[in-house]
């Protein structure tokens, strides 16, 4: 295998994981939240239990990874792996193997109210050809009750589901919360198999609920929170960069061949690679720039963000990551956009900006120029009546001690305008 192909296929291999396209190579600080909130997905399928639980935390805390993670793990073990019953379909791909079990997934930023979610349900089981409801163009009071009648009309040995509702404190903002409450009665009742796992960065999700949907739900709560030890931080920061085998992996047409144990190039190549990540950690310079991320925010996706540009110059000449490229990604992270825009304005155009910005605080939509210029004649004479140090700066600016411009009308228009394209 090429060197070039190698470089490209790790490229694209971090830059999934950077981008959380992919799961990390390992959890680190999840464990526990992992282990319980697999155990409750793999009693819904093993046992037929319905239950429910909420998963909370901070935005970039693992909480949709944790889930991926599990449902992973489970359509490994639960994906059937019988190749008797497709010995006379031999064209039948791995991918359209059945599971045991199916996954609904709601997100309530798309979702926007309840017809929309029991639409995407209804979509979705129609899809797995457990029912054929998502065929239907009926309205919302017909759908739900058609929809809970068929969910209650299973057993334990029906098909578990799994529904995992992403930004939950959105769906408990939907009037009367008729959906809430109708998944988490029929995961209450015991009949269909079913598992609701919400998924929110609101702590106060549950004081969203009506008491109606409180008693319906198990009150299982799991939280994540940012990496609270500096050495947690950097073993997930490392492992976002560090590559596996199984990262090397060629797609093709028909199948997707991994990498050999024999190819003694790709094998290298992986052990250099990670020898180079590891050097990186543990340079000085760099280790500054990651202890400064994880002092202000301890936000795993600010170091990811760092990391797109080395990422991205990997090429067949540079195949490895560099300490250099990532001071330079680090200048550029710091750099305030909005600092950058005001370089080079004059003290006459900051204050026309702030003269709009004061009519814009009024509410003021749509002015022009004269409008701002007395606005910024009210405010130049105020500043010369209080005595305070924007008389010099008036004074500086050809000003009267009336507060009016000297300069002529045109040169403030053309820096009123410059001033409303910064703006």
Same mark, same amino acid.
């Given at each position: 295998?090429? %060197? ?16 959380? =396209? ?7 600080? %999840? ?15 093993? +046992? ?12 970039? +805390?693992?909480?949709?990874? /944790? ?11 639960? =994906? ?17 193997? =059945? ?5 609904? $997934? %709601? ?10 979610? /029991? ?24 759908? %739900? ?63 969203? /609920? ?8 198990? $009150?299982? $709560? ?8 500096? $050495? ?31 190819? =003694? ?37 600010? @170091? ?18 560099? +300490? ?25 155009? /900051? ?27 009210? @405010? ?44």
């Amino acid at each position: 295998m090429a %060197l070039e192909e190698l470089v490209s296929l790790a490229k694209t291999a971090i830059s999934a994981r950077l981008a959380e =396209r992919s799961l990390p190579v390992a959890l680190v600080g %999840l464990e526990e939240q992992y282990k319980k909130v697999l155990g409750l997905m793999r009693r819904t399928i093993e +046992t037929g239990e319905s239950n429910s639980c909420l998963i909370l935390g901070p935005r970039g +805390t693992g909480k949709t990874m /944790l889930v991926r993670q599990a449902l992973q793990e489970l359509e490994k073990q639960f =994906r059937i792996s019988n190749q008797d019953e497709y010995d006379d379909h031999d064209d039948m791909e791995l991918d359209d193997k =059945r599971k045991d079990f199916m996954v609904i $997934h %709601l997100n309530g930023l798309v979702q926007t109210d309840d017809r929309m979610a /029991l639409k995407e349900i209804m979509r979705q089981l129609s899809r797995e050809g457990e029912s054929e409801l998502g065929e239907s163009n009926t309205s919302f009071s017909d759908s %739900l009750p058609s929809l809970l009648t068929f969910l209650k009309a299973g057993t334990r040995a029906q098909y578990p589901i799994i529904f995992i509702l992403d930004e939950f404190d959105l769906f408990a903002q939907h009037t009367k919360q008729s959906l809430l409450y109708n998944l988490f009665d029929v995961a209450q009742s015991a009949e269909w198999p079913i598992a609701v796992i919400g998924v929110t960065c609101r702590m106060d999700a549950l004081e969203l /609920l009506e008491k109606r949907v409180k008693s319906r739900f198990s $009150h299982r $709560h799991y939280y994540t929170f940012p990496p609270g030890d500096y $050495h947690d931080y950097i073993d997930i920061c490392k492992n976002a960069l560090l590559l596996t085998p199984a990262d090397l992996a060629i797609q093709t047409d028909d199948e997707v061949m991994l990498l050999r144990t024999d190819n =003694r190039e790709a094998e290298a190549f992986i052990k250099e690679f990670n020898e180079q990540v590891k050097i990186l950690f543990e340079d000085g310079g760099f280790s500054k720039v990651v202890q400064r991320i994880f002092d202000l925010m301890k936000d795993v996706r600010a @170091f990811y963000r760092l990391c797109f540009g080395p990422v991205a110059e990997l090429s067949k000449d540079s195949p490895y990551l560099q +300490t250099s490229q990532f001071y330079e990604s680090g200048l550029q992270q710091r750099v305030d956009n909005k600092t950058e825009l005001l370089k080079g304005t004059s003290l006459l155009e /900051l204050s026309l900006l702030i003269a709009i910005k004061h009519l814009v605080e009024r509410e003021v939509i749509t002015f022009n120029f004269e409008m701002v210029y007395d606005e910024y004649k009210d @405010f130049m004479d105020m500043a010369v009546v209080r005595g305070t140090s924007m008389s010099s700066s008036a004074s500086s600016l050809g000003m009267s001690s009336g507060g009016s411009i000297a300069s002529s009308d045109g040169v403030s228009l053309r820096l009123y305008k410059k001033a409303v394209a910064l703006k």
